[in-house]
Protein backbone atom coordinates (compact mmCIF):
# COMPACT_ATOMS: atom_id res chain seq x y z
CA UNK A 1 0.00 0.00 0.00
CA UNK A 2 1.35 3.43 -1.08
CA UNK A 3 1.62 6.14 1.12
CA UNK A 4 -1.21 7.94 -0.94
CA UNK A 5 -3.85 5.32 -0.49
CA UNK A 6 -2.92 5.25 3.00
CA UNK A 7 -3.41 8.68 3.64
CA UNK A 8 -6.62 8.84 1.81
CA UNK A 9 -7.50 5.12 3.69
CA UNK A 10 -6.13 7.05 7.17
CA UNK A 11 -8.91 9.99 6.45
CA UNK A 12 -11.27 7.40 5.72
CA UNK A 13 -10.87 5.83 9.18
CA UNK A 14 -11.78 9.18 10.96
CA UNK A 15 -14.78 9.46 9.09
CA UNK A 16 -15.74 5.70 9.56
CA UNK A 17 -15.10 6.02 13.73
CA UNK A 18 -16.94 9.53 14.08
CA UNK A 19 -19.81 8.27 12.17
CA UNK A 20 -22.74 7.42 14.79
CA UNK A 21 -23.44 4.00 15.74
CA UNK A 22 -23.83 1.31 18.52
CA UNK A 23 -19.68 1.51 18.78
CA UNK A 24 -20.14 5.93 19.73
CA UNK A 25 -23.19 4.69 21.91
CA UNK A 26 -21.56 2.11 24.23
CA UNK A 27 -18.98 4.05 24.99
CA UNK A 28 -20.88 6.97 25.91
CA UNK A 29 -22.29 4.83 28.14
CA UNK A 30 -19.39 3.55 29.35
CA UNK A 31 -17.98 6.63 30.42
CA UNK A 32 -21.22 7.56 32.05
CA UNK A 33 -21.80 4.81 34.07
CA UNK A 34 -18.24 3.90 34.76
CA UNK A 35 -15.99 6.92 34.30
CA UNK A 36 -13.44 7.61 32.00
CA UNK A 37 -10.30 5.52 33.48
CA UNK A 38 -12.40 1.97 33.58
CA UNK A 39 -15.06 2.58 30.75
CA UNK A 40 -11.98 2.92 28.44
CA UNK A 41 -11.56 -0.36 28.49
CA UNK A 42 -14.87 -0.69 26.59
CA UNK A 43 -12.83 0.61 23.66
CA UNK A 44 -10.41 -1.83 24.08
CA UNK A 45 -12.91 -4.27 22.95
CA UNK A 46 -14.61 -2.18 20.60
CA UNK A 47 -11.40 -2.09 18.67
CA UNK A 48 -10.94 -5.90 18.98
CA UNK A 49 -13.67 -6.36 17.78
CA UNK A 50 -13.13 -4.48 14.43
CA UNK A 51 -10.25 -6.18 14.08
CA UNK A 52 -12.23 -9.76 14.43
CA UNK A 53 -13.76 -8.08 11.15
CA UNK A 54 -10.78 -7.10 9.54
CA UNK A 55 -9.46 -10.68 9.70
CA UNK A 56 -13.03 -11.86 8.88
CA UNK A 57 -12.96 -10.20 5.82
CA UNK A 58 -9.18 -11.21 5.28
CA UNK A 59 -9.63 -14.61 5.26
CA UNK A 60 -12.13 -14.53 2.48
CA UNK A 61 -15.17 -15.73 5.55
CA UNK A 62 -16.53 -11.94 5.17
CA UNK A 63 -17.57 -12.78 1.41
CA UNK A 64 -19.38 -16.20 3.09
CA UNK A 65 -21.10 -14.75 5.18
CA UNK A 66 -22.76 -12.13 2.96
CA UNK A 67 -23.44 -14.67 0.22
CA UNK A 68 -24.82 -17.42 2.55
CA UNK A 69 -28.58 -16.32 3.95
CA UNK A 70 -27.59 -18.42 7.43
CA UNK A 71 -24.75 -17.15 8.59
CA UNK A 72 -25.73 -13.73 7.53
CA UNK A 73 -29.35 -14.18 9.46
CA UNK A 74 -27.19 -15.96 12.19
CA UNK A 75 -25.20 -12.62 12.59
CA UNK A 76 -27.18 -10.56 12.02
CA UNK A 77 -29.82 -11.93 14.83
CA UNK A 78 -27.26 -12.39 17.01
CA UNK A 79 -26.08 -8.67 17.07
CA UNK A 80 -29.96 -7.68 17.35
CA UNK A 81 -30.14 -9.72 20.54
CA UNK A 82 -27.48 -8.26 22.06
CA UNK A 83 -28.45 -4.70 21.44
CA UNK A 84 -31.78 -5.40 22.98
CA UNK A 85 -30.09 -6.79 26.08
CA UNK A 86 -27.30 -4.01 26.01
CA UNK A 87 -30.65 -1.98 25.56
CA UNK A 88 -32.58 -3.36 28.06
CA UNK A 89 -30.09 -3.28 30.53
CA UNK A 90 -29.24 0.25 30.38
CA UNK A 91 -32.98 1.18 30.44
CA UNK A 92 -33.33 -0.50 33.78
CA UNK A 93 -29.46 0.60 35.03
CA UNK A 94 -29.78 2.25 39.01
CA UNK A 95 -29.49 5.67 39.60
CA UNK A 96 -26.36 6.17 40.51
CA UNK A 97 -24.43 9.46 40.37
CA UNK A 98 -21.48 9.00 38.11
CA UNK A 99 -19.20 10.00 41.32
CA UNK A 100 -20.37 7.04 43.27
CA UNK A 101 -19.10 4.95 41.43
CA UNK A 102 -15.74 7.00 41.12
CA UNK A 103 -15.61 6.17 45.07
CA UNK A 104 -15.22 2.63 44.25
CA UNK A 105 -18.95 1.17 44.12
CA UNK A 106 -20.61 -1.24 41.91
CA UNK A 107 -17.62 -1.25 39.41
CA UNK A 108 -17.70 -3.61 36.50
CA UNK A 109 -14.63 -5.10 35.69
CA UNK A 110 -12.64 -4.23 32.91
CA UNK A 111 -12.13 -7.53 31.28
CA UNK A 112 -16.32 -7.80 30.89
CA UNK A 113 -16.00 -3.96 29.70
CA UNK A 114 -13.34 -5.82 26.84
CA UNK A 115 -15.98 -8.66 26.40
CA UNK A 116 -19.04 -5.96 25.71
CA UNK A 117 -17.15 -3.64 23.14
CA UNK A 118 -15.77 -6.65 20.88
CA UNK A 119 -19.52 -8.02 21.12
CA UNK A 120 -21.10 -4.93 20.14
CA UNK A 121 -18.71 -5.01 16.98
CA UNK A 122 -18.11 -7.97 16.20
CA UNK A 123 -21.48 -9.67 15.86
CA UNK A 124 -22.75 -6.78 13.38
CA UNK A 125 -22.98 -7.79 10.01
CA UNK A 126 -22.89 -4.40 8.86
CA UNK A 127 -19.34 -4.13 9.44
CA UNK A 128 -18.61 -7.24 7.52
CA UNK A 129 -20.83 -5.84 4.58
CA UNK A 130 -18.85 -2.36 5.23
CA UNK A 131 -15.21 -4.09 4.93
CA UNK A 132 -16.01 -5.66 1.91
CA UNK A 133 -16.94 -2.90 0.15
CA UNK A 134 -14.55 -0.31 1.15
CA UNK A 135 -11.23 -2.53 2.13
CA UNK A 136 -10.67 -3.52 -1.57
CA UNK A 137 -10.60 0.17 -2.82
CA UNK A 138 -6.84 0.42 -1.12
CA UNK A 139 -5.44 -2.72 -2.01
CA UNK A 140 -2.77 -3.53 -4.51
CA UNK A 141 -3.44 -6.81 -5.53
CA UNK A 142 -0.14 -6.95 -6.52
CA UNK A 143 1.38 -6.50 -3.28
CA UNK A 144 1.09 -9.19 -0.07
CA UNK A 145 -2.16 -8.85 1.09
CA UNK A 146 -1.53 -10.06 4.44
CA UNK A 147 0.89 -6.70 4.96
CA UNK A 148 -1.50 -4.32 3.65
CA UNK A 149 -4.58 -6.04 6.01
CA UNK A 150 -2.10 -5.29 8.92
CA UNK A 151 -1.64 -1.82 7.88
CA UNK A 152 -5.68 -1.38 7.60
CA UNK A 153 -6.43 -3.49 11.03
CA UNK A 154 -3.62 -1.07 12.90
CA UNK A 155 -4.97 2.21 10.87
CA UNK A 156 -8.69 1.33 12.01
CA UNK A 157 -7.86 0.62 15.74
CA UNK A 158 -5.71 4.21 16.39
CA UNK A 159 -8.77 5.90 14.93
CA UNK A 160 -10.75 3.96 17.05
CA UNK A 161 -8.67 4.36 20.19
CA UNK A 162 -8.69 7.82 19.77
CA UNK A 163 -12.70 8.85 18.92
CA UNK A 164 -13.98 6.27 20.77
CA UNK A 165 -11.87 7.73 24.04
CA UNK A 166 -13.26 10.77 23.29
CA UNK A 167 -16.57 10.54 23.85
CA UNK A 168 -16.01 8.31 26.57
CA UNK A 169 -14.05 11.24 28.13
CA UNK A 170 -17.09 13.49 27.04
CA UNK A 171 -19.98 11.52 28.38
CA UNK A 172 -17.62 10.93 31.65
CA UNK A 173 -16.76 14.81 32.08
CA UNK A 174 -19.99 16.47 30.95
CA UNK A 175 -22.62 14.23 32.12
CA UNK A 176 -20.43 13.67 35.54
CA UNK A 177 -22.66 17.12 36.15
CA UNK A 178 -25.82 15.34 36.36
CA UNK A 179 -25.47 14.00 40.02
CA UNK A 180 -29.21 13.63 41.34
CA UNK A 181 -31.56 10.22 40.60
CA UNK A 182 -34.09 11.69 38.29
CA UNK A 183 -30.86 12.94 35.82
CA UNK A 184 -29.91 9.34 36.23
CA UNK A 185 -32.55 7.95 35.31
CA UNK A 186 -33.51 9.82 32.26
CA UNK A 187 -29.73 9.49 31.10
CA UNK A 188 -29.78 5.55 31.63
CA UNK A 189 -33.15 5.50 29.57
CA UNK A 190 -31.87 7.83 26.71
CA UNK A 191 -28.54 5.34 26.09
CA UNK A 192 -31.25 2.51 26.72
CA UNK A 193 -33.29 3.69 23.65
CA UNK A 194 -30.26 4.52 21.69
CA UNK A 195 -29.11 0.90 22.18
CA UNK A 196 -32.58 -0.46 20.86
CA UNK A 197 -32.85 2.17 18.21
CA UNK A 198 -29.64 0.13 16.79
CA UNK A 199 -30.84 -3.07 17.33
CA UNK A 200 -34.16 -2.45 15.54
CA UNK A 201 -32.06 -0.68 12.50
CA UNK A 202 -30.03 -4.18 12.58
CA UNK A 203 -33.21 -5.94 12.35
CA UNK A 204 -34.09 -4.54 9.24
CA UNK A 205 -30.74 -4.59 7.53
CA UNK A 206 -30.58 -6.57 4.55
CA UNK A 207 -27.76 -8.09 2.27
CA UNK A 208 -27.15 -6.59 -0.98
CA UNK A 209 -28.43 -8.40 -3.21
Known amino acids: ?49 IWTQV ?51 HLVRRRDLVVKGWMVNAVNPKGTVFLLAVVPQFLDLTQPLADQYVVIAATLGITDLVVMGFYTALAAKVLRLLRTARQMIALNRTFGSL ?14 A
Do not use: C
Open 55 to 105: AVVSLGLGALIAASSFAFSAIKWLGVAYLLWLGFKQWRAPATPLVVAAEGQ
Open 1 to 49: MSLSVWLTFFLASWAISISPGAGAIAAMSAGLNHGFKRGYFLTVGLVAG
Open 195 to 208: FIAMALMLATFKRA
